[in-house]
């Protein structure tokens, strides 16, 4: 997953960071690779010294670890990651993260 890198959040889509993107237009399978984007992005690998092949492998982990029911399921876990991030991303939240 990691040969190339992490995809930065504005590759994986144009409006990725703006409150009107719906985070369930991504595919599933692209689901991981956003939600490093988006640690990345907050600066938390860095900030925090966390390991990306660690943070990849507990991403996968999770994901493989929900089930399947209509609601409590891993793109629920996605889209309300993604809420917070764009809370980081669109209000002046990243200073309480230092």
Same mark, same amino acid.
């Given at each position: 997953?990691l040969?190339?890198g #992490?995809? =930065?959040?504005?590759?994986? *889509?144009?409006? /990725?960071?703006k409150l009107s /993107? !719906? =985070?369930?237009? #991504?595919?599933?399978? +692209? !689901?991981? %690779?956003?939600? $490093?984007?988006?640690?990345k992005d907050?600066?938390f !690998?860095? +900030?925090y @010294? #966390?390991? #990306?092949h !660690?943070l990849?492998?507990f991403? %996968? %982990?999770?994901?493989?670890?929900?089930?399947? =029911?209509?609601?409590?399921?891993?793109? *629920?876990?996605f889209?309300?990651?993604?809420?917070?991030? $764009?809370? /980081?991303k669109?209000?002046? $939240?990243? @200073? /309480? $993260? @230092?």
């Open positions: 997953m040969r190339y #992490i995809q =930065p959040a504005d590759e994986i *889509h144009q409006d /990725f960071s /993107f !719906t =985070p369930r237009s #991504i595919p599933e399978d +692209n !689901t991981t %690779m956003a939600m $490093l984007s988006m640690s907050m600066g !690998t860095t +900030n @010294k #966390i390991d #990306i !660690t990849t492998r991403f %996968m %982990m999770v994901r493989r670890g929900y089930r399947d =029911p209509p609601y409590h399921n891993w793109m *629920h876990a889209s309300v990651t993604h809420f917070c991030y $764009l809370l /980081f669109n209000l002046p $939240l990243h @200073k /309480f $993260l @230092k």
